[in-house]
């Protein structure tokens, strides 16, 4: 051997020290074509400079402790990131608690079903927004109270029937009025109660749509070559929403509903600009189209038409258009080519006998 290193087996059997020492100067390779134990009495310390990997071709059993006590525990830490792919089932049993610690963003992908049971008592806390999207059906059951506080807006809107119903009594109430629904009638009180008149129907807020988390299918293993800034990459671009989808959420969307006697009525919808957004005639339903807005606007809703009827009218010179004195002072009428153009609050014109007539009470001619 030509070189400064070596190979070494060392015995040493000194009382206290004895030692079976193995060196090898490059690899070490072990075969062994049937069983292998090894049994270690006290502590076993190993240390990988690089890599290690290991392939089992059956089964694995790791046990550590052999009771529930301090000292019976393992540590696992990993300084980059860690992948756990399991074929087949996984199962996961903690006897006492079991916390999750997340520095950063959390993501669960679950391709068919998930059950939860929480036996005891459940708390949940969010500090920015709660977005849920439910595609098919919601059934809540509470065999409770329900309480329900909200600092803002609380909007419903659905596009079929809203069915409240009570074995007691339904409670509506703003300030000092209320209406309560009951067995026994409805009460309503109010300082002022207006039918068919006053007041417009609200808009319920919108509710915002969360993000679309999507995963593909793992059909094999990753290469490990193929580098960190490849797998995140992909990540990232599987779990952004669609372009058209993320467009969509981000829209705003307004609809006006007028009154049943407003159904016919021709309106005109514009923006803050001045733009004209939509127009045409109120349908049955006394709602207009839908708008839909990228950010936020003032719009402007015109419902119905005015017009003027233009007529016109002599011109009197100014030497005519006075009032003498002496009729000034007995109150003689005299001619006013425009007293008669006086109209009502719909724009009729008023008869010319019922102004003169009008004219007279105030004069106090009988």
């Excluded at 916390?99 to 079903?113: F, M, P």
């Excluded at 003498?324 to 005299?334: K, M, Q, V, W």
Aim: charged share 25%; net charge negative; hydrophobic share 30%.
């Amino acid at each position: 051997y030509k070189g400064s290193g070596f190979n070494e087996l060392r015995f040493e059997d000194a009382t206290g020290n004895e030692q079976l020492y193995l060196h090898a100067q490059k690899n070490m390779d072990t075969e062994v074509l049937n069983n292998r134990t090894t049994e270690v009495k006290v502590d076993h310390t190993e240390t990988i400079g690089n890599n290690q990997q290991i392939t089992v071709g059956l089964g694995q059993t790791v046990t550590v402790g052999k009771e529930n006590a301090g000292g019976n525990d393992q540590t696992v830490t990993v300084a980059h990131d860690q992948r756990l792919t399991v074929r087949n089932d996984r199962t996961l049993t903690v006897s006492k608690d079991h916390l999750i610690r997340t520095g950063n963003d959390e993501s669960l992908y679950v391709a068919r079903d998930r059950k939860v049971t929480v036996e005891g008592k459940q708390e949940h806390s969010t500090t920015g927004d709660h977005l849920s999207q439910v595609k098919g059906n919601l059934s809540l059951t509470v065999k409770g109270d329900l309480a329900q506080k909200v600092s803002g807006a609380l909007g419903f809107s659905a596009q079929g029937e809203i069915v409240l119903s009570s074995n007691s009594q339904i409670t509506l109430q703003s300030g000092s009025s209320f209406i309560v629904i009951h067995p026994g009638g409805v009460d309503i009180s109010g300082p002022l109660i207006n039918l068919n008149s006053g007041g417009s129907p609200g808009t319920a807020v919108q509710p915002l749509l969360p993000g679309a988390l999507a995963m593909k299918k793992d059909d094999g293993i990753a290469d490990a070559s193929s580098g960190d800034d490849e797998r995140e990459a992909q990540n990232n671009a599987e779990e952004q929403p669609a372009p058209e989808e993320e467009k969509e959420q981000a829209q705003q969307s307004l609809r006006f509903a007028l009154p049943e006697y407003c159904v016919g009525q021709s309106y005109i919808l514009q923006n803050r600009a001045g733009d004209i957004i939509s127009q045409g005639a109120l349908s049955e339903d006394g709602r207009t189209p839908r708008v839909k807005s990228d950010k936020p606007d003032e719009f402007r809703l015109t419902v119905g038409e005015e017009s003027w009827a233009i007529q016109e009218l002599a011109v009197i010179s100014s030497a005519g258009d006075g009032i003498s004195e002496e009729a000034a002072d007995n109150n003689t009428p005299y001619a006013d080519p425009y007293l008669d153009k006086l109209d009502d609050d719909e724009g009729n014109f008023l008869p010319s006998a019922l102004i003169e007539n009008i004219v007279g009470n105030i004069n106090g001619d009988e």
